[in-house]
């Protein structure tokens, strides 16, 4: 969904008119892609920032997302999931399980307070 987010374009469903930012947030950072620190703490966050964007924009448009933690909140997980594995080149299962799991386990713990 992360992928069809970044790419979709136009008005938002639901009567507010809310255009869709992400793909312009897309387009803004993969035109600088080659600079040689392209995972600057700048340009860090702004991909965790367009990863959750397109999610959430998703979500929005009525796509089809995973909704954890929460339907509101559901674009963190991903979009720190995808970061790992695009900034991590060996990224290998049992880290993706190990992120999983830690996520998890930290929405455990705000659950029970």
């Not at 860090?44 to 995973?66: H, Q, T």
């Amino acid at each position: 969904c992360i992928a069809r987010g970044c790419q979709s374009s136009g008005i938002l469903e639901g009567g507010l008119n809310l255009k869709r930012r992400a793909p312009a947030l897309f387009k803004r950072l993969t035109e600088k892609q080659g600079i040689q620190s392209v995972y600057e703490h700048a340009d860090m966050m702004n991909r965790l920032n367009l990863f959750a964007m397109a999610v959430n924009e998703e979500n929005a448009a009525g796509g089809r997302i995973v909704t954890a933690p929460t339907n509101g909140a559901a674009g963190i997980i991903p979009a720190v999931f995808q970061y790992l594995q695009e900034a991590h080149s060996k990224t290998t299962a049992d880290d993706m399980h190990t992120y999983f799991l830690t996520a998890a386990a930290i929405g455990i713990l705000y659950k029970k307070n």
